[in-house]
Antibody, heavy 120, light 109 residues
């Protein structure tokens, strides 16, 4: 049974950089896209982007200028880096898995999420 | 980006009642690739339905999905106490970015 666990800071100051790690326990094969999403009361659920095992990425245009998603298959970890944070980036950040097959690109496994607050 | 609009915003029900949740998309979704998720307080979303009408593993048959094109529905045939939660639809068709509706809260009347 695959499990995802996010880790990182709970508090980030405005204009600084957020770095969050998702550690995968279980199947970390090349059959999946590894995604980052976030959820806030104001914006709801938002898909940020994904990384494939090869390092190929795809981002939501709303985040593309500020986000980098990367992967380390040797560590079974996926990373999110977001720069120039503002208060509106306060949210719970989730990693989630999606299969590569088009019909199965839904998010079938989620981490518990990490609440990130942007405040001075 | 495909915009998903869910209605109603809140549904007040008694246990045992049925519920119909709507999700309308701003354009047709490729091959009706719509998923539904349930989110209980303090938890991550949980997959219920994929490809409009297919239940995910372990999901009881009181949950069903239907629809096509731009109109999709999640039906709960008899609401159980554990079903009181927020429900989201999501499109994962060929059009990126993948996007979600704003959610329907099912609450106890």
């Amino acid at each position: 049974q695959v499990q995802l666990q996010e880790s990182g800071p709970g508090l980030v100051r405005p204009s600084e950089t957020l770095s969050v790690t998702c550690t995968v326990s279980g199947d970390f094969s090349g059959s999946y896209y590894w995604n980052w999403l976030r959820q806030s009361p104001e914006k709801g659920l938002e898909w940020i982007g994904y990384v494939f095992s090869t390092g190929t990425t795809h981002y939501n245009p709303s985040f593309e200028s500020r986000v980098t998603i990367s992967i380390d298959t040797s560590k079974s970890q996926v990373y999110l880096k977001m720069i120039s944070l503002i208060a509106a980036d306060t949210a719970t950040y989730y990693c989630a898995r999606a299969k590569v097959t088009p019909r199965e690109r839904y998010f079938d496994v989620w981490g518990h999420g990490i609440l990130v607050t942007v405040s001075s | 980006e495909i915009v998903l609009t869910q209605s109603p915003g809140t549904l007040s029900l008694s246990p045992g009642e049925g519920a119909t949740l709507s999700c309308k998309t701003s354009q047709s979704v490729f091959r009706d690739y719509i998923a539904w998720y349930q989110q209980r307080p303090g938890q991550a979303p949980r997959l219920l339905i994929y490809a409009t009408s297919n239940r995910a593993a372990g999901i009881p048959d009181r949950f069903s999905g239907s629809g096509s094109g731009t109109d999709f529905t999640l039906t709960l045939s008899r609401v159980e106490p554990e079903d009181f939660a927020v429900y989201y639809c999501q499109q994962y068709g060929g059009s990126l970015p993948w996007s979600f509706g704003q959610g329907t809260k099912v609450e106890i009347k």
